[in-house]
């Protein structure tokens, strides 16, 4: 705000002293002296003052006293105050949260790494009040067994929060966690984000369930669909810490000779869990021609980054892939 002082009195006054009180909606107090060149007779002089308004939400008063105490000699200091009541609107606007496992929205009771990279991330509409107190985000844990929810600690170095780069549009912060689980089981993974001025991402906490196997095995290797007439797709499942340094699939006839070897260079890249291939097998061989319709049987063959075999895990799927091998139909 701009205020005018005019000086008719004191040609020969010192600075000039004036002070600022804000007033705010619970009665509280917040006061600022400022002072100013001396001002010649006759001379008038335009303030400005301007403050953080952040914690001020609702209605407020400012008042201004010019000369306060007084400091200097005056003969008349009754017209030397002011004021101005103003209203501070607070943000009402919820924060954005986002929670991902090694790059992926995962559900309830979804299977996961032993060592997975969980990214949270908070964005708000604010760009004045930034995201750079780690409060704005509180994760819990709760661990196979147990009860009690685990508050994540960055002492244990697996936690690192990374706070909004300042104010402007890109208002976002966020919270690394990189555990090593050594426990098989069910965990739950709880999370609370609120922005700068304590409005909460959601009515409800962010809560997932989710299975950790220890184990490095492979398991429930399927085509889908199958039988298939022009294309199908493989979907599989593993655990452990990070997926095979190696792997392939080898389609055989039932006498076991080899017709096509998927490498992993064609499947694309294996995750932890239950998931789809990005590769389309078209049922040609390895020179391209089209395979005969029948019955084929498929070897999977992965090893980890010493050279050892995965294991082959029971699932629910067994009858239909048992000890690394499989079989599928081709009907055109």
Not at 149 to 163: I, K, M, Q, T, V
Request: glycine share 8%; aromatic share 10%.
């Amino acid at each position: 705000m701009s205020l005018a002082v005019a000086n008719v009195t004191q040609p020969d006054m010192d600075s000039l002293l004036v002070k600022y009180t804000i007033i705010n909606s619970v009665n509280e107090e917040i006061s600022r002296l400022i002072r100013y060149a001396e001002l010649p007779g006759g001379d008038t002089l335009l303030l400005n003052f301007s403050a953080d308004t952040r914690s001020l939400s609702g209605p407020n008063r400012l008042l201004i006293e010019v000369n306060p105490g007084p400091d200097q000699p005056e003969r008349y200091d009754f017209n030397n105050v002011g004021f101005v009541n103003f209203f501070v609107d607070r943000d009402r606007e919820n924060p954005l949260l986002d929670v991902t496992f090694d790059g992926i929205h995962i559900m309830n009771g979804d299977l996961v790494s032993a060592k997975p990279f969980v990214l949270v991330s908070l964005k708000d509409e604010n760009r004045y009040l930034s995201l750079s107190d780690t409060a704005v985000l509180q994760a819990f844990v709760q661990r196979p067994g147990g009860i009690d929810l685990e508050p994540l600690d960055y002492a244990s170095g697996e936690l690192r929060f990374l706070p909004a780069p300042g104010a402007g549009p890109d208002n976002y912060a966020k919270l690394e966690w990189t555990p090593h689980f050594s426990e098989s089981g069910i965990y739950t993974l709880f999370v609370q984000g609120r922005d700068a001025t304590g409005n909460a991402s959601g009515q409800l906490n962010y809560k997932v369930s989710f299975e950790v196997i220890t184990e490095a095995r492979i398991s429930n290797v399927l085509n889908y669909p199958n039988p298939f007439s022009t294309s199908t797709q493989f979907v599989y499942t593993l655990t452990g810490e990070e997926p095979p340094a190696q792997f392939s699939i080898q389609i055989m006839t039932v006498s076991g000779r080899v017709v096509r070897t998927l490498t992993q260079a064609e499947l694309g890249p294996l995750r932890i869990g239950t998931h789809r291939t990005d590769f389309t097998w078209d049922g040609t061989d390895d020179y391209g021609d089209r395979l005969a319709n029948g019955v084929y049987l498929y070897r999977v063959l992965a090893k980890d980054r010493n050279g050892k075999e995965y294991g082959h895990q029971s699932g629910a799927a067994d009858a239909y892939f048992k000890g690394g091998m499989g079989k599928l139909v081709i009907l055109r």
